[in-house]
């Protein structure tokens, strides 16, 4: 207050003041500090009350009244400010301002991938059906004809669960080192005709290099019917790959071994980077390891309660990671996991 500026001058400047700020008000809360700002008790009103004993009775007269018009000239601005925000839609809106960038996330490269692969099969009627990570030694070997002493069931290929099993007659809890147990459990409980898909994590104690993980996701897949042949293998496969990797992919079956199926083959697709001519992608090899795949072994449809001269099935299995890498041109497996912004943001 200056020198000459009486306690009324006073509250009436302030009052104009109080005015201009409620006509910038856009919300309940801004309204609120402008209510403390003047009206508080740490307000210039309250204050002018405060020391009316101290002036003489003139004065006070004088100040008293001019402290309570401004109080309820001020109450009844911010009243009608409160009503008319009330009856605003909430703040205006300047159709003039650039928008604001969403920021939309996005599914991770593994899950498109994986994805994919079910979206090819969906049509040749196969379902997707997910088993457990944490798994029975007997889904994971002993069913799939794995027997005791093959050399996978060493401990230093499998991650060993340290939880006591829940069903001690069918061994220890482990991670499953594949996604084929669902094969044992979907059978177990289904029957024939049989069209699944299977996606998860699997777990193997492998050293980190650019091509290995010790997690990692495959798809699993399973047809079983009474009559199905290795040429139904090879036609829905091909379909898959070409339907993966483009019409005029070619494929190529190669025998292998599986113990829990037979015959057994690896399926190769013509290299992608030199159609066959051999460079660094393919070893030199021309060609691209993409999956396991057989007819299912008859012991394993007898683990899983099925008469095997009564069906017939395939069953085949893939690495998403190596698929994606492939699809993408990511030279190592650790980048699917590391969680670097900078790449995820590339899918
Ligand atoms: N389970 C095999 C693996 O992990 C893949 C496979 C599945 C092979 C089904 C044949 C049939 O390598």
């Not at 991650?159 to 007659?169: D, K, L, N, T």
Request: neutral net charge.
């Amino acid at each position: 207050m200056s020198a000459d500026e009486s306690a009324t001058q006073e509250l009436e400047r302030l009052l104009a003041e109080a005015e201009a700020a409620l006509a910038q008000t856009r919300s309940a809360q801004e309204l609120e500090r402008v209510r403390v700002k003047y009206l508080g008790r740490k307000s210039r009103v309250a204050e002018v009350l405060k020391t009316l004993g101290s002036l003489t009775p003139a004065e006070r007269a004088e100040a008293g009244k001019s402290a309570n018009q401004f109080k309820t000239a001020l109450e009844a601005r911010l009243e009608a400010r409160r009503k008319a925000l009330e009856a605003q839609p909430a703040a205006a809106l300047d159709v003039t301002l650039p928008g604001r960038a969403v920021v939309q996330g996005r599914l991770h490269p593994v899950t498109q991938t994986t994805e994919a692969i079910l979206a090819l099969f969906a049509p040749l009627g196969f379902e997707v059906i997910e088993g457990p990570e944490a798994e029975l030694e007997w889904y994971n070997f002993d069913a799939l004809n794995i027997p005791k002493d093959h050399p996978s069931r060493e401990s230093f290929d499998t991650f060993f669960v340290e939880a006591p099993s829940p069903q001690p007659a069918k061994g220890k809890l482990l991670l499953r080192s594949h996604t084929s147990p669902v094969q044992v459990r979907v059978m177990e409980r289904r029957r024939p005709p049989l069209r699944i898909v299977v996606p998860g994590r699997v777990y193997r104690p492998d050293p980190l290099d650019p091509s290995h993980s010790f997690m990692f996701h495959q798809v699993e897949g399973l047809m079983v019917d009474d009559r199905t042949s290795f040429a139904d293998l090879k036609g829905v496969l091909q379909q898959f790959l070409q339907g993966l990797f483009g019409p005029k992919t070619q494929t190529r079956f190669r025998p292998h071994f599986f113990p829990f199926t037979e015959p057994s083959a690896e399926v190769d697709i013509a290299c992608s980077a030199c159609e066959g001519a051999g460079c660094s992608t393919c070893g030199r090899k021309g060609w691209l390891e993409i999956m396991g795949c057989g007819m299912v072994h008859p012991n394993v449809f007898k683990a899983a309660g099925y008469d095997p001269a009564r069906v017939q099935g395939f069953a085949f299995g893939m690495g998403v990671e190596r698929i994606a890498m492939l699809t993408h041109g990511v030279a190592d497996i650790r980048l699917f996991f590391e969680n670097d912004l900078r790449f995820l943001e590339q899918f």
